[in-house]
């Protein structure tokens, strides 16, 4: 059985950053494409960003610029660094294996971030 661990939330003013992590076990993240996702108060699951196996990485338009993902192979970590952060990016981060069918991992607890205006 797959779980994923994320950490790295908190609370912060607007404008700050943050760095979430992402490990798991059960699974090789480095061997997988690798999705970081959040839920707001009341919104559905939407994904925020992901890297491929080979460091090719996606960003939802509302996080271009402002959030960059990578990953560590020998600590075998997704990272998802947020800078400028926005009230309206508080929320709970996951992180989960993304195909083409969707996330395939079971869900996480998360990480909660919390912007203050």
């Known amino acids: 059985q797959v779980q994923v661990k994320e950490s790295g939330g908190g609370l912060v003013q607007a404008g700050g950053s943050l760095r979430l992590s992402c490990v798991a076990s059960g699974s090789q993240l480095s061997d997988n494409f690798i999705g970081w996702y959040r839920q707001g108060p009341g919104d559905e699951r939407e994904m925020v960003a992901a890297i491929s196996t080979g460091g090719r990485t996606e960003y939802a338009e509302f996080v271009k610029a402002r959030f960059t993902i990578s990953r560590d192979k020998e600590r075998d970590t997704v990272y998802l660094q947020m800078s400028s952060l926005k009230p309206e990016d508080s929320g709970v981060y996951y992180c989960?294996?993304?195909?083409?069918?969707?996330?395939?991992?079971?869900w996480g607890q998360g990480t909660r971030v919390t912007v203050s205006a």
């Open positions: 989960n294996r993304k195909t083409g069918w969707g996330p395939a991992y079971p």
